[in-house]
């Protein structure tokens, strides 16, 4: 597991701005190609094909080729000092990332976490699936209107209220956005809450879902010692799965020497997927 503030498996993130209106910035002009990277300059365009194959590769598989999450972070991490920060590598992150657009379904931007360890922040790529984020929101409007927050506000102003919650709602909101169970939302905040109280680390499990990188530690979350697998679980395990496997045949057909690439691979499998 990454070191991070919520501890379901994922290293959350601080958005640093709050961004013009959500439904602008993740509109694209549906003539164009998606994914397309045409409008980066040349020495960016194999930089651009590795982050989003890095993207692919994580749990953002998840939010990209699937609808499960919300949005996923840790594809790409990066460290920069306070007192002398440099942040060229964010950068061009962010030039990068301005071109994961498709249409007004996903939405992929850098953000920098607030706490400062040994005199550095963190940073991370993070990717929104648009569609599901307005829906997670609505699934649990009474927890985000008490913040402002609707299905159409921007994803970093999303992520700074939810970031600068309480303990509790802060546990609350990045599960919700993360894609986890409801039950599992509401065991990890109960957990974190009776530790507040008593002083003791309430013991838990974790339910793992693979990425193509990783076995562990990828799409993740906390559950109580002996747990019983649950239907929704199960559907997540299995629909995951799928996922997965039609993943590593597009992988094999579109990555590699002489392929057409990741950024064909992205087109043509969000699209048929729109089609659907």
Not at 83 to 106: S, T
Not at 232 to 256: H, M, N
């Amino acid at each position: 597991m990454r070191r991070g503030i919520f501890p379901f498996g994922a290293f959350f993130l601080v958005g640093l701005l709050f961004l013009p209106a959500f439904g602008k910035v993740g509109v694209a002009d549906s003539r164009r190609p998606c994914f397309s990277l045409a409008e980066l300059p040349k020495e960016l365009k194999p930089e651009a094909e590795k982050l989003f194959l890095e993207i692919l590769d994580s749990e953002a598989l998840y939010t990209v080729l699937d609808n499960q999450k919300p949005m996923s972070s840790g594809a790409r991490s990066f460290k920069f000092s306070v007192a002398n920060p440099d942040l060229k590598d964010i950068e061009r992150a962010r030039r990068i990332l301005a071109a994961f657009r498709c249409d007004d379904r996903f939405y992929a931007d850098v953000h920098v976490f607030s706490a400062i360890y040994e005199g550095n922040r963190q940073a991370e790529v993070v990717v929104f699936n648009l569609p599901r984020l307005k829906t997670a929101i609505a699934d649990h409007r009474e927890f985000f209107e008490k913040y402002g927050v609707t299905p159409e506000s921007h994803p970093m102003d999303v992520l700074q209220i939810v970031e600068h919650a309480d303990a509790a709602d802060r546990w609350r909101g990045y599960g919700y956005l993360f894609g986890y169970p409801d039950a599992a939302v509401d065991f990890f905040v109960e957990a974190g809450e009776s530790q507040k109280k008593t002083g003791q680390f309430v013991k838990r499990e974790f339910y793992q879902i693979p990425s193509f990188g990783r076995a562990t530690g990828a799409f993740v979350w906390a559950v109580p010692v002996g747990h019983a697998e649950t239907d929704e679980e199960r559907e997540i395990r299995e629909r995951s799965k799928g996922i997965l496997e039609e993943y590593r045949a597009l992988r094999e057909r579109y990555v590699g020497s002489g392929k057409p690439g990741v950024a064909v691979l992205l087109n043509q499998a969000t699209r048929r997927k729109a089609r659907k």
